[in-house]
Antibody, heavy 126, light 106 residues
Framework: QVQLQESGSGLVKPSETLSLTCTVS??????????WSWVRQPPGKELEWVGY???????NYNPSLKSRITISLDTSKNQFSLNLRSVIAADTAVYYC??????????????????WGKGTPVTVSS | SYELTQPPSVSVSPGQTARITCSGD??????AYWYQQKSGQAPVLVIY???ERPSRIPERFSGSSSGTTVTLTISGVQAEDEADYYC??????????FGGGTKLTV
């Protein structure tokens, strides 16, 4: 089964860019088998979906974050990445990468995340 | 966007049945999914498409749907089931939402 591992900056200054990478093993980001997502969880709070990218490069972002985020693929390294610009304290969270499925079953749309990384904490502070 | 509402907490004794609900108008037309998150760990998918269970998840976990409410049922609850549980849904425009989470105490 696919396995995921997050890495990146754990401390980011306000107004700067948060950059995280998810390394995929046991599968290929260019295979089309999964939708590659980012989910975050502020301390003591609920999960918040950030966005996803498909092997084709098509993306879908949380509308509340859309103006500040970019999710991209690096097929040569079998990774996908998250860039979150102009960060504020409210962006402090544990960030998870996940692999999931999306499509239609008859008329019914589905999207869910099946495999998750362990998560990486990010603090926004000067 | 749309809202998914969960009770903040549910408490049961070992061996009893726990039922965790998730409510929202969108659930009348959208699938729901359930994730278990133990303290300090990443979420784990336990139910998908309302009632399907991944093969790696114990049979005591089940899901059901009725109207605008979906329910995660854990039969014969064990101490290891103590965790936060989150429902999630998604619409065809690609908007993905999570519920606020329910803390299950055993």
């Amino acid at each position: 089964q696919v396995q995921l591992q997050e890495s990146g900056s754990g401390l980011v200054k306000p107004s700067e860019t948060l950059s995280l990478t998810c390394t995929v093993s046991g599968g290929s980001v260019s295979s089309g088998s999964y939708y590659w997502s980012w989910v975050r969880q502020p301390p003591g709070k609920e999960l918040e979906w950030v966005g996803y990218i498909y092997y084709s490069g098509s993306t879908n972002y949380n509308p509340s974050l859309k103006s500040r985020i970019t999710i991209s693929l690096d097929t040569s390294k079998n990774q996908f990445s998250l860039n979150l610009r102009s960060v504020i304290a409210a962006d402090t969270a544990v960030y998870y990468c996940a692999a999931g499925y999306s499509g239609y079953e008859g008329p019914q749309y589905y999207f869910y995340m099946d495999v998750w990384g362990k998560g990486t904490p990010v603090t926004v502070s000067s | 966007s749309y809202e998914l509402t969960q009770p903040p907490s549910v408490s049961v004794s070992p061996g009893q049945t726990a039922r965790i609900t998730c409510s929202g108008d969108a659930l009348a037309n959208q699938y729901a999914y359930w994730y278990q998150q133990k303290s300090g760990q990443a979420p784990v998918l336990v139910i998908y498409k309302d009632s399907e269970r991944p093969s790696r998840i114990p049979e005591r976990f089940s899901g059901s749907s009725s109207g605008t409410t979906v329910t995660l049922t854990i039969s014969g609850v064990q101490a290891e089931d103590e965790a936060d549980y989150y429902c999630q849904s998604a619409d065809s425009r690609g908007t993905v939402e999570f519920g606020g989470g329910t803390k299950l105490t055993v």
